[in-house]
């Protein structure tokens, strides 16, 4: 059972968050960051992906309590029986997807991205897309409000709201969702090998801009944008047993 003392809370800047953190520290102690063997994120799905980030450097799963609103990446919130409840959680590890973002200045700028990475239009104008599969165009033209490539773990965000498939973890899979596409009006996206590299050039940009995110990471004024999954970073996420990540994107097909 893992000891109160290897635990390190972290928490939002919500009221919420930072009570609850105030309570399960006073509990149960804190540990520094760089020695915990488990870390608490106290927050919602966005301050997860924070965390994640932010911690990807050290060897401690994350293990998410919600103190936000959503909470798909989240268990449920308790201050009793917290370290029992960490020695039976079932771990999901999950790979980011990297993004390369050129700008039409000539910069290019990189990021990772656990949920999708996304390209929107950034003018009053549809935008145009080219979009190319491991180096051979498979579209010409796109006319839409934008586009984005998602994970398992992200497909019921952003692109479940795109009308995008929900994907089951550990299916290797990645979804490429237009949003509110107008040209081909009736395509669905597609469903790609994670080992895909998919690159997305912006048809004339002067005239239709375009921003691109990872995970709220934005960069403006982009002419193309590479997005691939990235094997060598490892998340670790702890869920209550029968809570895990395979159990919530089923229960959410069902809804």
């Not at 268990?75 to 980011?96: C, H, K, Q």
């Not at 586009?147 to 479940?160: E, M, Q």
């Not at 490429?176 to 080992?195: D, E, I, M, Q, Y």
């Amino acid at each position: 059972m893992p000891r109160a003392r290897d635990i390190a809370f972290l928490a939002s800047d919500t009221p919420e968050a930072q009570a609850a953190l105030a309570r399960l520290t006073g509990r149960y102690g804190q540990t520094p960051l760089e020695d915990a063997a488990i870390i608490v994120a106290l927050g919602g799905d966005g301050f997860m992906l924070e965390t994640l980030h932010g911690t990807m450097h050290i060897d401690a799963p994350v293990y998410g309590m919600n103190r936000g609103t959503v909470g798909f990446l989240m268990n449920d919130y308790r201050e009793t029986g917290l370290t029992g409840r960490l020695a039976r959680a079932e771990e999901a590890v999950i790979n980011p997807l990297r993004m390369t973002a050129t700008r039409a200045n000539g910069e290019v700028v990189g990021g990772l991205a656990i949920n999708e990475v996304s390209l929107l239009r950034a003018g009053p104008q549809a935008a145009r897309l080219r979009i190319s599969v491991d180096g051979r165009v498979r579209m010409e033209e796109l006319a839409c409000d934008g586009a984005l490539v998602a994970t398992p773990a992200g497909s019921t965000a952003y692109n479940y709201s795109a009308h995008g498939p929900i994907l089951p973890i550990g299916s290797d899979v990645l979804a490429v969702t237009a949003v509110a596409a107008f040209r081909p009006r009736r395509w669905r996206g597609a469903l790609l090998p994670k080992s895909a590299r998919v690159r997305f050039d912006v048809l004339t940009p002067e005239k239709r801009p375009m921003m691109a995110e990872a995970d709220g990471h934005s960069v403006r004024d982009v002419v193309s944008v590479e997005v691939v999954s990235e094997p060598s970073v490892c998340h670790r996420l702890l869920f209550d047993p029968g809570h895990g990540l395979e159990e919530r994107l089923l229960r959410e097909q069902f809804t």
